[in-house]
């Protein structure tokens, strides 16, 4: 399988991606560059809030 490439796709599908691929660190932190350099207007605080409270759950699971 091919892996997607980040810089290319468009931010709506990066965000697709990341939500059903969520311990892809790689493309989880291509989204959060993206948000940043790109000045995307988010258009849920509170999604993004849940996004990144998700990641950090599964970062933690791998853990121990």
């Not at 939500?19 to 000045?39: C, K, M, N, P």
């Amino acid at each position: 399988m091919t892996e997607p490439n980040f810089a290319t796709m468009p931010i709506a599908d990066l965000r697709t991606y990341v939500l059903s691929h969520r311990t892809d660190d790689e493309a989880f932190y291509a989204l959060a560059d993206r948000v940043h350099t790109e000045g995307v207007e988010i258009q849920s605080l509170e999604h993004l809030t849940e996004l990144i409270e998700t990641k950090r759950r599964v970062r933690e699971d791998q853990l121990e």
